[in-house]
């Protein structure tokens, strides 16, 4: 019997690459000639969206940098700066009908004296998820072969993406003025379902404020949920979701009788993530032809699917760098800004990075600041970790010995728990060239222990029906291996 095949064809999304990209942002400020020292900049991004295009995509953004400075009659100071920017991540797999989301992040900010004016450099760090329609083939019925048929799992990207509002108000006793904060939001749970993307998270917050004549460093926690509309987000299942700060905003009311501060926060997240939508098929893994051979193609998806968000809290502290130096003389007096870089190794489970803060201190009665890093190494528990963000709070530096200096400070860790999902099917089926041998009138089958039914038929080339039935109700599938299975053919003329 001639081979003729029959195939389905379905349309599916997929997440295609994850592109890197990094560029430089300046701001300069114009202070007077009266600053002695810029102490501290606290860049905060925006992200404005992403679009591709044949080989490349294109990104921006808005970079707003506070910079708080000391001058030279021992006051301090602040000034508020912000650059629109716009670049460009190329990669040749890259299409116009794609989509695109990117996360945002400062891995380094700079600053120098640049004539009467100060420069800021920003190095920002975007991380890129592409994502575009594929195309899957699969047999579905073939005249003149026998096939296995399987109920196959198939899967599909689902992206969402969306807006909330957070608003916080807490008391801040003593404080007189706000002069800087640092913002980092993480995602501590995302689930789907009845229509909705429902997420939780946290907010950590970093203050410089002035209380009576001293400078202070505040740390908060801010909780938040959100509620994103989707709707195929139908069934209950996890999803892979990143929070990032569009717009944020303090504002202190001091009561001086009272010696209070109510501190109103407000904040805009943006959201973007994805998450899996799931349906089975019928569909042929194997096949194979009793008067013929048969050429397979199979194709294998394997697909990472969100199973859990793990939340991990660590306490790290030893032996740190400052890159001015400091002796007994100085008087610390805030560590504010804190960040973590970091690395997470699969293969190890170890999270090694940097935790990086400014420290303002002072010395016989002037301001100065100095860079401060704390190395750290931590092992997370837990198969098929994705490490999706980091936040540090409550961190100190203190001196051990006189030049020699020691922090601490607490990490806040988000990790989505992923497990790959696998499916494999026929996309392809055709006939080898050259005729098939023909079978012999009594073929003795010597199978091997955990021959099934179908592998015995395909070896034998005879429908798995016609196999049972030769064996007999006292044979038993999967053979134990030590059976023998005689064949009788009757020999056409």
């Known amino acids: 019997m001639p081979l003729k095949p029959a195939y389905q064809t379905e349309n599916y999304v997929k997440k295609i690459k994850e592109i890197t990209s990094r560029s430089v942002v300046e701001c300069r400020f114009s202070l007077g000639a009266g600053v002695s020292e810029v102490l501290a ?33 021992g006051g301090i100071g602040r000034a508020q700066k ?20 990117a996360g945002l992040s400062c891995e380094k900010c700079t ?12 190095v920002i760090s975007a991380r890129i998820s592409v994502y575009g329609n594929a195309e899957r083939t699969y047999l579905s019925e073939a005249d003149g072969a026998v096939c296995r048929f399987e109920q196959v799992k198939m899967l599909s990207a689902i992206t969402f993406s969306g807006e909330s509002e957070v608003e916080d108000e807490f008391d801040a006793a003593g404080v007189e003025d706000i002069l800087m904060h640092s913002a980092r939001p993480v995602v501590t749970d995302c689930r789907c379902g009845a229509g909705e993307i429902r997420i939780a998270g946290e907010i950590y917050l970093s203050l410089l404020a002035v209380r009576g004549e001293e ?9 938040y949920t959100a509620e994103i509309l989707c709707d195929d987000a139908v069934l209950p299942r996890r999803a892979v979701c990143r929070a990032q700060l569009r717009d944020c905003a303090l504002s202190a009311k001091v009561n001086e009788d009272r010696g209070r501060c109510l501190v109103d926060f407000s904040a805009t997240l943006c959201f973007d993530g994805d998450f899996c939508e799931e349906h089975e098929v019928s569909a042929a893994t194997d096949a194979f032809m009793t008067d013929g051979e048969a050429l397979l193609k199979i194709s294998r998806e394997n697909t990472p699917v969100c199973t859990d968000i793990k939340v991990y809290s660590e306490r790290v502290g030893g032996p740190c760098s400052v890159k001015s130096p400091v002796d007994y003389g100085c008087v610390f007096r805030a560590v504010i800004s804190p960040q973590a870089e970091c690395t997470y190794s699969a293969d190890t489970g170890m999270l090694e990075g940097a935790v990086s803060a400014v420290l303002i201190y002072s010395r016989e009665g002037e301001t100065h600041s100095a860079e401060v890093a704390l190395p750290f190494s931590v092992k997370l528990n837990g198969e098929g970790l994705a490490v999706s963000g980091i936040a540090v709070s409550g961190m100190s530096v203190r001196q051990r010995a006189e030049g020699e200096c020691e922090a601490e400070a607490t990490l806040r860790i988000t990790a989505a728990a992923l497990s790959l999902e696998s ?22 089958l010597f199978p091997s222990a955990g ?6 038929a395909k070896r034998l080339k005879m429908e798995p029906e016609q196999v049972a039935k030769a064996c007999g109700a006292e044979v038993q599938f999967p053979l134990k291996g030590d059976e023998r299975i005689v064949i009788y053919r009757p020999q056409k003329n």
């Open 111 to 122: 600053v120098r004296r640049d004539g009467s004016s100060y420069l800021v450099t920003a």
């Open 41 to 73: 900049v606290s860049p905060q991004l925006s992200p404005a969206g992403c679009e591709v295009t044949s080989g490349r995509v294109n990104y921006g953004g808005r970079l707003v940098c506070t910079a708080v400075f000391a001058d030279m009659n």
């Open 82 to 101: 912000g650059a629109e920017f716009t670049h460009f991540a190329d990669d040749e797999c890259l299409a116009p009908a794609q989509t695109a989301v």
């Open 423 to 444: 499916c494999a099917y026929i996309s392809e089926l055709t006939e080898a060239e050259g005729g098939c041998e023909r079978p012999s009138a009594v073929t003795v």
């Open 215 to 223: 400078l202070v460093a505040l740390d908060r926690v801010i909780p």
């Open 451 to 456: 021959e099934t039914l179908w592998s015995a």
